[in-house]
């Protein structure tokens, strides 16, 4: 079964509003959790690396303040958009692993923003 | 900086011919895991294979094998006899081996394969 359980899987929001993605580690505690962007046909690009407690590292580029990341508990981060604009429509993917597991991934979110 | 090359932007075949997916990386690491994820039409990315670089043994896993070869830095991977249900892209990834979890992974561009019936 999945490992890693990112939700929501798809989401239509209106410009201005903000979208929450949670991504949980379902049966282990993850100590770090990664945020991946893909926009059609390119490749996951990382947003950010969470670690538990701690703030979020952002990727040169990405706005820390549009893409808020928190990651308050071992099997829990989540990446909440802000103000959505059309242009952040995308496909949002996370990753989470603990010290003694490989990498998991989500399956990932598919975010529309109209 | 790490880099990963996947030349072959798209492949289309015709369903039972093998296909080798090429993927050439750059690191000045000197420990490194490679990996190949497959990503259906639905999106999930599906893990295949991590290798770790002090191993360059191939590896075969039923119609798939790897051909890691450091000194060419590459690490194809092979399907032979493809099927239809093959069809997806298929990204290689690198990331340095860390005692602290937090690698991050890079990516190449990734291959989009299309398996014609």
């Known amino acids: 079964g999945a490992v890693v359980s990112q939700h929501p899987s798809r989401v239509i929001c209106k410009s201005g509003t903000s979208v929450k993605i949670e991504c949980r580690s379902l049966?282990?505690?993850?100590?770090?959790m990664f945020w991946y962007r893909q926009f059609p046909k390119q490749s996951l690009m990382l947003m950010a690396t969470s670690n538990e407690g701690s703030k979020a590292t952002y990727e040169q580029g990405v706005e820390k303040d549009k893409f808020l990341i928190n990651h308050a508990s071992l099997t829990l981060s989540t990446l909440t958009v802000t103000s959505a604009h059309p242009e952040d429509s995308s496909f949002y993917i996370c990753?989470?692993?603990?010290?003694?597991?490989?990498?998991?991934f989500g399956n990932g979110t598919r975010l529309t923003v109209t | 900086a790490q880099k990963v090359t996947q030349a072959q932007t798209e492949i289309s075949v015709v369903e039972k011919e093998d296909v080798t997916l090429d993927c050439v990386y750059e690191t000045r690491d000197t420990t490194y895991y490679l990996f190949w994820y497959k990503q259906p039409p639905s999106g999930e990315l599906v893990f295949l294979i991590r290798?770790?670089?002090?191993?360059?043994q191939n590896e075969i896993s039923g119609r798939y094998s790897w051909n890691f070869q450091k000194s060419t830095s590459s690490f194809n991977f092979t399907i032979t006899a493809s099927q239809v249900v093959d069809s997806a892209v298929y990204f290689c990834a690198l990331t340095r081996i860390s005692n602290f979890g937090n690698e991050k992974l890079t990516f190449g561009t990734g291959t989009r394969l299309t398996i014609i019936p």
């Open positions: 290798r770790n670089s002090f191993d360059e």
């Open positions: 049966d282990f505690q993850a100590t770090t």
């Open positions: 990753s989470a692993r603990s010290q003694d597991s490989p990498l998991h």
